[in-house]
């Protein structure tokens, strides 16, 4: 089918959805709207279509409801003193809307690229998705979700990937001056390099904020092997604000120079001084009156009108840690004072929320066990619930802004191994010292899929990493399963997959030192020596109510204490929702890895395995511990057996449907 192109602005564009209550207004522009894989039909919804095109703000900064909006009273104002932005937006909805489930699915972006039918559909990856490849196996147009991604980060910049982008308007001072500030930015490279973005990723490297100029003499550049040990300055003559190209150095005042290079795995602190930083909390106030537009308005400018009477949030990763910012400032409210999602399902965020709303915040920054010490991207309070952390006397909840305003979703938090290494999990459900466990809010259910590394599975290869990488694939079996137990707990109050994570009550979360006195001694393989603590960090008087920074860096203080998953005798975890590969194993899953470059120094993502050894004489000389394959049935009838009884056992808890049963028990 040839693709076919319409501007509605008559019509459907710039049509208006102005809120009761504080009249932020919502404006539509369509630019495409043509059938999805061709007509291809799903299940018993039937056909799909795709409508994209951008939604336009106007957000009134005196409003209650954007009270939280860092720098939002700084921004331009038009001629109604309301602040203008503008998000992307790409829909997928049914083309016979009464046969849609009723659940608006909002897909967070990450890094402005769509991850829905990626993940729960097992789709060919797209930003542009059109095709029959894209849709996978169809898992959630054949259970009749409407998707929904907006562009909610200032941070993504236009390619030819099809990301979505946001325009987010630039703070201002006194005359339309430009608001500057000193900045921190922590560049860490994977491989030799002489330059290096502020911001540059494998995933798309962000918009930095950039110097006030390329003369560099009110600037700090600092290095060292880990954060543990202690900076070296470089000299002003060793580098500059540019980017090698074409032999020479480019001036460009968001990129670092060094001359002899950048070293992988080292950590360089530069502090600069910045200007021109966007209101990027607009971004979270545009998601959530994008999707209030989509649930409520009854106008013919949207597309979904009558169609929708519930909304979940799914974010993976980076757009989950969004999820986690977007609760905790309370946006789950729009300006009406109405429920903007009954339920959120968050992956692979652990503990952190990020800089989604401050003074120079860039969305992409986030902490492991080795990098990002310096960001604020984990900050007090970690779990949703009252916490007290004993060393600051400050008592706080995650979601406390949220039950006030009586909107608190119902909310999954799943996790892999490598949240509890390198992303502080244990904070969701511990105390500030890692002592006790809390009791989960009744809205609150938390997983830990065991075994698992953040990524999802992937090649063996060690790549940057000491050891194999983990290939133990779960995301689309279990959240396709966790999202359907969401959906049916928010539609008509079925009970959800009951939460299966570590406890210390139970001795299945440890301290570093009691898991490696766990861990088998498998011959070659260095155990850990470090894990991501969050450290209580000082960015002045200003950061927590206002999100501006003073103190640059931040003054470090004590590390919060964090935990993890205990392991069996073949080092394999003991507590969460454990998959045939641990149950039944033939190897040992890790969500740990270490660099090979820098002796015990974790990488940042990656999980290890480690198989077993084949026979018991190949064991015997080799020195494992862990039984072999021969030892343990091998692939024999009962080995097939035991794998399909851990396999209806998920099934009946729900964390697997019934085709994933089968399609995992062949």
Request: aromatic letters at 8%; proline letters at 7%; a negative charge.
């Amino acid at each position: 089918m040839k693709r076919f192109r319409l501007l509605f602005l008559c019509f459907l564009g710039f049509l208006p959805f102005v809120t009761p209550a504080q009249a932020d207004e919502v404006r539509v522009r369509i630019d495409r709207r043509e059938l999805f894989a061709s007509g291809q039909t799903f299940g018993g919804t039937g056909a799909y279509e795709i409508i994209e095109g951008r939604l336009f703000f106007e957000t009134d900064p005196e409003a209650p409801a954007n009270a939280r909006v860092v720098d939002l009273k700084l921004a331009p104002r038009n001629a109604e003193g309301k602040v203008e932005s503008w998000q992307d937006f790409f829909l997928l909805i049914p083309v016979d809307r009464s046969k849609g489930n009723g659940c608006l699915l909002y897909d967070v972006h990450n890094r402005g690229n769509k991850l829905a039918l990626w993940t729960f559909n097992d789709g060919e990856r797209t930003n542009d998705p059109a095709t029959a490849a894209h849709a996978g196996n169809g898992f959630l147009l054949r259970e009749g979700y409407a998707l929904l991604s907006t562009g909610w980060s200032g941070d993504v910049i236009a390619d030819d990937t099809h990301r979505l982008l946001a325009g987010l308007p630039i703070a201002m001072g006194q005359g339309g001056a430009p608001v500057t500030g000193r900045n921190h930015v922590e560049i860490s490279v994977d491989a030799p390099t002489r330059s290096q973005p502020f911001y540059g990723s494998p995933w798309g490297t962000s918009a930095a904020y950039p110097a006030i100029s390329t003369d560099h003499a009110d600037a700090v550049l600092t290095r060292r092997p880990s954060r543990s040990e202690p900076a070296t300055e470089v000299p002003h003559g060793e580098w500059a604000f540019g980017r090698w190209e074409d032999g020479r150095v480019v001036p460009d005042a968001t990129s670092l120079y060094l001359e002899g290079g950048l070293q992988p795995g080292w950590l360089y602190d530069l502090v600069y001084t910045a200007r021109d930083p966007r209101v990027s909390g607009l971004g979270l106030t545009g998601l959530r009156d994008a999707v209030a537009f989509f649930r409520h308005h009854e106008g013919e400018s949207n597309p979904l009108a009558g169609a929708i009477d519930r909304a979940i949030i799914f974010g993976v990763s980076q757009s989950g840690r969004l999820v986690n910012h977007f609760l905790y400032e309370a946006f789950n409210v729009d300006t009406s004072g109405r429920r903007v999602f009954d339920g959120a399902l968050i992956h692979v965020a652990g503990a952190g929320r990020g800089l989604f709303n401050a003074r120079f915040g860039m969305a992409t920054v986030y902490t492991t066990a080795h990098r990002g010490h310096l960001a604020p991207a984990d900050a007090f309070p970690f779990a949703p619930v009252a916490v007290t952390d004993p060393l600051t006397g400050e008592t706080g909840d995650s979601l406390a802004r949220l039950r006030v305003a009586k909107a608190v979703p119902k909310i999954f938090y799943v996790q892999t191994s490598t949240e509890y290494w390198n992303r502080a999990a244990s904070l969701l459900h511990t105390d500030a010292e890692g002592k006790t466990d809390l009791t989960l809010d009744p809205d609150v259910r938390l997983y830990l899929i065991a075994g698992t590394q953040h990524l999802d599975g992937g090649p063996t290869d060690p790549g940057i990493c000491r050891h194999p990488r983990n290939p133990l694939k779960h995301r689309g079996p279990i959240l396709r399963a966790l999202l359907t137990g969401l959906d049916r707990w928010i539609a008509d109050g079925s009970e959800p997959p009951a939460s299966r994570y570590p406890r210390i009550d139970d001795g299945t979360l440890v301290t570093l030192e009691a898991f490696r006195g766990q861990f088998p001694a498998i011959p070659g393989v260095g155990l850990p020596t470090m894990l991501n603590r969050p450290r209580r960090l000082d960015l002045g008087p200003r950061w927590r109510d206002e999100g501006i920074a003073e103190v640059v860096p931040p003054r470090t203080g004590e590390p919060y204490a964090t935990r993890v998953p205990a392991v069996d005798a073949d080092g394999n975890e003991i507590a969460g929702i454990r998959l045939p590969e641990i149950a039944v194993p033939e190897a040992t899953y890790t969500g740990w890895n270490q660099r090979a470059d820098l002796p015990g120094v974790l990488s940042d993502l990656d999980g290890g395995y480690f198989p077993f050894s084949a026979t018991q004489t190949e064991r015997l000389a080799s020195g494992d511990p862990r039984l072999s394959i021969e030892e343990r049935t091998g692939g024999s009838p009962e080995r097939k057996a035991r794998v399909a009884e851990v396999l209806r056992d998920l099934q009946a808890g729900g964390y697997l449907l019934e085709e994933d049963v089968k399609r995992l028990g062949n």
